[in-house]
């Protein structure tokens, strides 16, 4: 392929994969706000509570993609070096970060699963009162078929499944924890987990999952370990490509501006000796 051919090629990739990502981000961004705005987030009584809520999260990530992609995505289309400078410096800072996360998540691999229980018993205590925290809880349950960290009876650790609590839910479990939470397989059956905590192994094993979720979560990750690390290493690979592309292209940038400097003083001097 010719050399500028391959310039081009080169540019064409950092400027697709800019204007992809900056599509993501800006989705991302979106869907933060939303849930930010949907759950009245900015509200006076809850703007306390904003620090720990999830869709921040989601906001702050959207935010950054898509504005790192933009800069970075204008700065090749327009050869601004002063953007590709600052994109390729915080790209690198970022794949630097994530190395050095791999290698704490290795080194602490032993203590992920207390890290793991903690979040797991945090989220149960605020069930009620955390939407997000709610609809990842449950989606753990079900999705892997479970019910509360260790046991079904940790959810004696929320106040409304409690069995001193007064309300209906006592000695409860949420329904994301049955074997069958639809009534005649249609209709979402919220009861199917009151009295679960009574329940003994072997009565309770027909009606909700008796596994914790933490013992599914690690055997979730050692099966998919393969595609972990594969999808870990794509990312790190494409990031690392895109700081090669990067400096290439800022390389032709310098290259073609002291060429065309070269030829104004060219010009300029053979047009003094006429």
């Not at 909700?208 to 933490?214: D, T």
Request: glycine share 8%; hydrophobic share 45%.
């Amino acid at each position: 392929i010719p050399s500028s051919w391959r310039d081009y090629i080169l540019k064409c990739l950092l400027v697709t994969s800019n204007l992809l990502f900056t599509v993501l981000g800006l989705v991302t961004l979106v869907v933060g706000l939303w849930g930010l705005i949907n759950k009245e987030s900015f509200a006076q009584e809850k703007i306390s509570g904003i620090r720990t809520d999830p869709m921040l999260l989601f906001t702050f990530l959207g935010f950054i993609l898509a504005l790192l992609s933009l800069m970075g995505c204008v700065g090749a289309l327009r050869e601004n070096m002063c953007l590709l400078r600052t994109f390729s410096a915080v790209v690198l800072v970022l794949v630097v970060a994530q190395v050095l996360a791999v290698v704490v998540l290795y080194s602490l691999q032993g203590q992920i699963e207390d890290y793991l229980r903690s979040g797991m018993l945090a989220a149960m205590v605020r069930y009620q009162n955390d939407l997000d925290l709610r609809f990842i809880t449950d989606e753990i349950q079900m999705g892997l078929q479970c019910c509360g960290a260790d046991t079904y009876r940790d959810w004696g650790i929320n106040v409304y499944f409690n069995c001193s609590a007064p309300g209906v839910q006592a000695c409860g479990v949420p329904p994301s924890c049955c074997i069958d939470p639809l009534e005649n397989g249609t209709v979402w059956n919220s009861q199917c987990g009151v009295g679960a905590q009574k329940l003994d192994e072997f009565s309770a094993q027909s009606v909700i999952f008796l596994g914790g979720c933490m013992g599914s979560i690690s055997r979730w990750i050692e099966q998919h370990s393969g595609v972990i690390v594969t999808v870990v290493i794509i990312l790190l690979g494409v990031q690392i490509l895109t700081l090669f592309i990067t400096a290439h292209l800022l390389q032709k940038i310098r290259w073609s501006r002291r060429m065309r400097k070269h030829k104004q003083h060219r010009y300029f001097f053979s047009y003094k000796e006429r």
